[in-house]
């Protein structure tokens, strides 16, 4: 007779008749593509992406606030980020005033003062606005029909970027719907970037799902997949621009596991320190932060009660490879550092204080933009505390805001 | 019996520690627990109980509430950590649909009673948008769980071992601005406060202020204002307990004084303020003097900058005194 096949809706399989259960980590462990080793030399010429030297920042758009970006989406397409990724809008110029605009919540702010530091948004830049809860981004990145825009929407991020099991998909066979509604299915183009730093805040991802890792999710969701060094600027680079190639021309999604660590080179002890504005190498780190002790999640948080950063710092920074390559070609040495850390110190230094005397928005921004339109009740609310201030103002900081 | 000065996050800590110690089916889960908790609610739990008692959970609110209701229904205690009130979304389909309704869809054939859900809460000073929220007003909406926000460590120890004993799916919102200011002596052995009554915390004749969490705190120093700028005297009441609330005691202090301020952080459209102001009038109509007064957030998300105009703050608490007096 004719080869039998299940006739389930959906099912393309054959029959099997031999019970056997599939093995979950068949690959054992998704490999780590890369193209350099630690010391900045690259393994292949055939993965060498060949940047120039006089391409300041063309290709490589890393930071290393949290975690390492791919090399940027151009800038034609949406970038949906999570929090604390801002390195693709560094990347596409975005200048280091307005990054400390939105920390101090000033007046020149294009956010208005509305977020916490480290909320940037930028729409001439395509950089949709950040916000804080982690992996909402996922399920927004998939808008369908990007690709016929001729845009392509980049980068649905992984929202929770510097959470590996952010995902939600953890333990619990289902997901907080984050991620499942139909990544890719939707018709869009979407390219996703997961950086899986190992942790969220101090969970190892050991405690938080037993399946390898996100990359091994890609497939179960139909997406073409791959696991990269994200210390690797070049892996990611190499990666991302062709999951971006393809999926533009194949119309169809690509995933994109970037390992790394959390690493905050904020203290102007460390060594990266000066990378952190070179036009070549735009890392941003951050601000609101301080100059606090290397790679906590944040200000409240003291991540020496849960993990070492010293082998991460020591043997295996992204920055640091990338020195070795450039060393290593002669574009780069000791006097150049030197000169480097010097003038980029000066310039976020005196960002930072700039930024702080400006003043903040005027109170009456408080009530715009929660609709397009503003309601009666909520002129209503403006108009009285007007009126409050016109009585009590001596009890509330106006001297620091605009009129 | 013996006390011990503690902040509100050390007296949480107590509680956790009593209750786990008390029963020996509890046990404590959340994002970060394991290490103390990202304010420290949860230090030395995980080594005091052990790695099967005290634990990490991934990043899924959905999952934390969905697991809590899951241990709860096999009878044992579950008391699960949302780290911030403001990511509590993810969880409410499983604390609406599920937990709530859990007793009443099964005829009392099934129930998560033993669920307790404990979360940050409130503006913080720079919390913004997402970490300032005051969620309660979603929860007050729904028949079947209990919802109860202390104002001090006495009270969080209390109520949250109440919380965690009573029969019914609690949540528990803790005033994060009070973690480390709050300090009081606290008992160090287990004790309860009830639910579901309001605390008078001053009798007075004039006006009665009702509020809970942080903002008790806040109304307390406007009685005292408007005691020594208008002769007014504030009977001051601490709700505790959002849903059910303690209808009898607010009613009978506005019967009593005839006006009442209600102020909370969350925004004023459809807050709390509004379920009590409505109860007010319906059983105090003939005894009110002036409308009654809520002062409350304004209706936007929670501002960054913009904090010190939007929360309602000792000033806007007293002004609504003042023209209820002179209404």
Not at chain 1, 202 to 229: F, H, M
Not at chain 1, 334 to 363: I, N
Request: net charge neutral; with cysteine.
């Amino acid at each position: 007779s004719p080869e039998e096949r299940p006739q389930f809706p959906g099912a393309s399989a054959a029959f099997a008749e031999r019970l056997e259960f599939i093995q979950p980590n068949v690959l054992a462990g998704i490999p780590v593509y890369r193209v350099m080793d630690r010391q900045g030399h690259v393994l292949r010429p055939s993965e060498d992406p060949q940047v120039r030297q006089d391409t300041p920042g063309a290709h490589l758009g890393h930071t290393w606030h949290r975690c390492p970006h791919p090399g940027s989406p151009p800038s034609s397409s949406i970038h949906v980020p999570p929090r604390c990724a801002p390195g693709v809008l560094l990347y596409r110029g975005y200048p280091l005033e307005l990054f400390m605009a939105q920390c101090y919540g000033n007046a020149r702010d294009p956010g208005k003062g509305r977020q916490m530091p480290v909320h940037y948004g930028c729409r001439e830049r395509h950089f949709v606005t950040i916000s804080s809860p982690l992996a909402t981004q996922i399920p927004q990145g998939d808008a369908p029909g990007a690709g016929s825009l001729g845009l392509g929407i980049w980068a649905g991020s992984l929202g929770s970027g510097i959470w590996a099991g952010s995902l939600g998909l953890g333990i619990w066979a289902g997901s907080p719907g984050s991620e499942d509604p139909g990544i890719g299915n939707l018709g869009g183009t979407p390219g996703m970037g997961n950086w899986d730093n190992g942790y969220a805040i101090s969970t190892p991802t050991a405690e938080q799902y037993r399946g390898d890792g996100i990359a091994a999710r890609g497939p179960g969701y139909g997406l073409l997949s791959i696991r990269v060094d994200g210390n690797d600027v070049f892996a990611v680079y190499n990666a991302t621009r062709e999951a971006r190639r393809r999926a533009v021309a194949e119309n169809q999604p690509f995933l994109i596991e970037a390992m790394t660590y959390r690493i905050l080179p904020v203290s102007s002890k460390n060594p990266h320190f000066p990378w952190i504005f070179h036009p070549f190498f735009p890392i941003f780190h951050g601000f609101p932060t301080g100059f606090c002790p290397i790679g906590h999640h944040s200000t409240s948080d003291d991540s020496s009660a849960y993990r070492s950063v010293n082998y991460w710092d020591k043997q295996d920074h992204p920055i640091s490879r990338l020195r070795h390559y450039m060393v290593n070609r002669g574009w780069w040495d000791e006097d150049e550092e030197k000169g480097w850390r010097k003038s980029s110190r000066k310039m976020v230094l005196e960002a930072f204080e700039q930024a702080e005397r400006e003043p903040k928005p005027p109170p009456h921004l408080l009530f715009s933009d929660v609709y397009l339109e503003m309601p009666p009740r909520l002129r209503r609310q403006r108009r009285e505390l007007e009126r409050h201030l016109e009585t009590y103002g001596e009890h509330y900081p106006l001297q620091h805001f605009q009129k | 019996g013996q006390t011990q000065k503690m902040n509100l996050f050390q007296s949480i800590t107590s509680a956790l520690d009593n209750a786990l110690a008390k029963d020996p089916t509890a046990v404590v889960f959340g994002e970060d627990v394991a290490f103390g908790g990202v304010f420290r609610c949860t230090v030395g739990l995980r080594d005091k109980y052990g790695k099967d008692r005290v634990f990490n959970t991934p990043l899924c609110e959905q999952g934390i509430v969905g697991f809590g209701i899951g241990i709860a229904v096999t009878g044992a205690t579950a008391i699960a950590e949302i780290q911030f009130a403001d990511y509590i979304f993810p969880a409410f389909d499983q604390i609406v649909n599920e937990a709530a309704k859990y007793r009443y869809r099964s005829g009392d054939l099934f129930n998560c009673g033993n669920l307790t859900i404990r979360a940050p809460w409130g503006c913080v000073g720079h919390g913004a948008l997402y970490h300032s929220q005051s969620p309660e007003a979603f929860f007050a909406h729904c028949p079947g769980i209990k919802v109860v926000i202390p104002r001090s460590p006495l009270q969080a120890k209390g109520l949250l071992l109440s919380c965690i004993e009573d029969k019914n799916p609690c949540i528990f919102f803790e005033p994060k601005i009070l973690y480390r200011a709050a300090v009081e002596q606290v008992p160090v052995e287990p004790y309860n406060i009830p639910l579901s009554q309001a605390e008078v915390l001053q009798t007075g004749s004039d006006v009665t202020m009702v509020a809970w969490g942080t903002q008790v705190h806040v109304i307390k120093e406007v009685a005292a204002m408007a005691q020594e700028k208008l002769g007014v005297s504030c009977e001051v009441i601490d709700l505790r307990t959002i849903l059910p609330w303690d209808t009898e005691t607010v009613c009978k202090s506005v019967a009593k004084t005839g006006r009442l301020l209600i102020s909370h952080e969350a925004p004023l459209t459809g807050g709390f303020a509004s379920e009590i102001s409505s109860t007010v009038q319906e059983e105090c109509f003939l005894n009110l003097e002036a409308p009654i007064s809520r002062v409350c957030g304004y209706d936007t998300p929670f501002p960054h900058i913009f904090e010190p105009f939007y929360i309602p703050d000792k000033w806007k608490c007293y002004d609504a005194v003042r023209k209820m007096i002179n209404y």
